[in-house]
């Protein structure tokens, strides 16, 4: 089955990556002087707790630093500014995440399950008439030997009774008893089949695998239902 690609969301984060890309740069700057503002802000702090703490005189200093962080406030509010203007300056995107939901829930699932429903039905129908079709044959053809089978066991036990054969011989129906899947006859080789598949379905990994497996069938084969008869 074909792989669809989702193209809208790919332009979407097309879009989007190249808008962000140039507010990010524009929006660095601006975390950037603010982180430069926490710098200094610590530093006015230190060297006045240390002034203090030594009985230095640090007014030069810490003049200085006031005089940077009043200098860097005014930065904050250029690199806040150069933002919001990039924001308006910059073309809007044309795709919305609301156009992305819809489009996808509207087009892009019914085009994957246009696909995908049919030919995996198509295998689930197959599979099933197939199960269902060696029940009628266990029970139909079963009942065609059943009368053998009850006469069969019957002159076993006369040979016994009348001293032809030591032992009553074991005898089989030729159908019922076969062994499909670990179950004797097919209704209980089916439940065999179906804990098979449940203990399947649990492991992903093994089924993800499988696809190049020997067994599995792409496409499910078309098959006429009176095929035989």
């Not at 926490?38 to 005189?57: N, P």
């Not at 994957?112 to 199960?131: I, N, W």
């Not at 032809?164 to 209704?187: A, C, L, S």
Request: with cysteine; aromatic share 10%.
């Amino acid at each position: 089955m074909q792989i669809f690609n989702f193209e809208l969301l790919d332009q979407y984060k097309e879009e989007h990556r190249e808008r962000s890309t140039k507010l990010s740069e524009y929006l660095k700057a601006w975390d950037d002087a603010k982180s430069r503002l926490r710098e200094l802000e610590k530093q006015y702090e230190h060297t006045f707790t240390e002034s203090v703490g030594k009985g230095e005189d640090k007014t030069a200093e810490l003049a200085k630093i006031d005089d940077d962080i009043t200098l860097q406030k005014e930065v904050i509010a250029r690199r806040e500014r150069d933002y919001k203007l990039a924001m308006q300056a910059l073309p809007v995107v044309e795709i919305s995440p609301v156009q992305v939901v819809n489009t996808y829930r509207s087009e892009f699932c019914p085009k994957v399950q246009s696909e995908y429903v049919p030919t995996v039905q198509a295998k689930l129908d197959l599979a099933r008439d197939l199960l269902k079709s060696a029940l009628i044959d266990h029970h139909r053809i079963s009942d065609e030997y059943d009368p053998l089978y009850a006469e069969m066991k019957e002159m076993s036990q006369a040979n016994k009774t009348t001293g032809r054969t030591r032992y009553i011989e074991g005898v089989i129906h030729p159908t019922k008893y076969f062994e499909f899947f670990g179950g004797q006859g097919v209704p209980s080789g089916i439940s065999r089949l179906f804990g098979e598949l449940r203990d399947y379905s649990g492991k992903i990994d093994q089924i993800k695998q499988d696809a190049d497996a020997d067994f599995y069938i792409a496409v499910a084969p078309k098959t006429t239902k009176k095929v035989g008869k």
